[in-house]
C-alpha cells in the first residue's frame, strides 16, 4: 500500500508569485483534503476534493484553488502569495462514504514566502 | 472562542509515567474525534479515531470522548522518549475527514 506522496518538499517564493504544490492519494482513497499549518498552531482545513469537483472549503479566500485528477491525485494553487502565507502545506487522503473516518497525511510541503 | 481549545503545552513527563491530555470542543455536531501525533517537521499520523462517545484502547494508548461535557482525553501509559511529539486532537462533523477541525497541539517531552 502505497502513502500519501506531496511534492515538492520545500519551496521559496517572492510576495504576489504563484505557486502549486502536489499531492497523490494513497491507494484505495478516493478523497483529498489540503490543509495549513502555520508554526505551533493545528492544521487549518483548506478544502477537500471527491470525484474532481470541490466538496466544501474552508474560511480561506478564493486565490486558494485546487485540482483533482482521474487518479485521485490533487493539485493546490495559490496565486498572488502573501507573506502570511508561509506555512506548513498538508494534503490528507481518505475513502469518502467508506464508513470511516480516517485520515492519512503526506508528509507537507513547507513553504516560504520572502 | 475557538471550535477546539487544546493546552499547548509543553508538557514533560519522566519516562514511564501516565500522560493525560485533553480538548474541549463547543460544537455539539461533532461525531468524530481523532489524535494525530506529530513529530517535528512532519505530517500527523493518526494514532486513534472514535465515533460519538466511549472509550477506544489501543496498545498503550487509550481515547476517551464525552460528548456530554464536550471534552476528549487521550492517555499514554507507559511513556516512552519516542513519544515526545506533538499531539493534536481533530474532530467532524462527517465522514472522510470532511471540514475537520484541528486542536493548536500540545507539546510532550518524555525523559529517560
Known amino acids: 500500500e502505497t502513502g500519501v506522496t506531496q511534492s515538492p518538499t520545500h519551496l521559496i517564493k517572492t510576495r504576489g508569485q504563484q505557486v502549486t504544490l502536489r499531492c497523490s492519494s494513497q491507494?484505495?482513497?478516493?478523497?483529498v483534503s489540503w490543509y495549513q499549518q502555520a508554526l505551533g498552531q493545528g492544521p487549518q482545513f483548506i478544502f477537500q476534493?471527491?470525484?474532481?469537483?470541490?466538496?466544501g472549503r474552508g474560511n480561506f479566500p478564493p486565490r486558494f484553488s485546487g485540482l483533482q485528477f482521474p487518479n485521485y491525485s490533487s493539485e493546490l494553487n495559490v496565486n498572488a502569495l502573501e507573506l502570511d502565507d508561509s506555512a506548513l502545506y498538508l494534503c490528507?487522503?481518505?475513502?469518502?462514504?467508506?464508513?470511516?473516518?480516517?485520515?492519512?497525511f503526506g508528509p507537507g510541503t513547507r513553504l516560504t514566502v520572502l | 472562542q475557538k471550535e477546539v481549545e487544546q493546552d499547548p503545552g509543553p508538557l514533560s513527563v519522566p519516562e514511564g509515567a501516565i500522560v493525560s491530555l485533553n480538548c474541549t470542543y463547543s460544537?455539539?455536531?461533532?461525531?468524530?474525534f481523532m489524535w494525530y501525533r506529530q513529530y517535528s517537521r512532519k505530517g500527523p499520523e493518526l494514532l486513534m479515531y472514535?465515533?460519538?462517545?466511549g472509550n477506544k484502547e489501543d496498545g498503550r494508548f487509550t481515547a476517551q470522548v464525552d460528548k456530554s461535557s464536550k471534552y476528549i482525553s487521550l492517555f499514554i501509559r507507559d511513556s516512552q522518549p519516542s513519544d515526545s511529539a506533538t499531539y493534536l486532537c481533530?474532530?467532524?462533523?462527517?465522514?472522510?475527514?470532511?471540514?475537520?477541525?484541528f486542536g493548536a497541539g500540545t507539546r510532550l517531552f518524555v525523559k529517560a
Open positions: 460544537n455539539s455536531a461533532f461525531q468524530y
Open positions: 490528507a487522503s481518505s475513502r469518502l462514504r467508506g464508513g470511516d473516518n480516517e485520515q492519512f
Open positions: 481533530a474532530m467532524s462533523e462527517g465522514t472522510g475527514g470532511f471540514k475537520t477541525i
Open positions: 472514535t465515533y460519538s462517545s
Open positions: 476534493y471527491y470525484r474532481e469537483e470541490e466538496n
Open positions: 491507494s484505495g482513497h478516493n478523497t
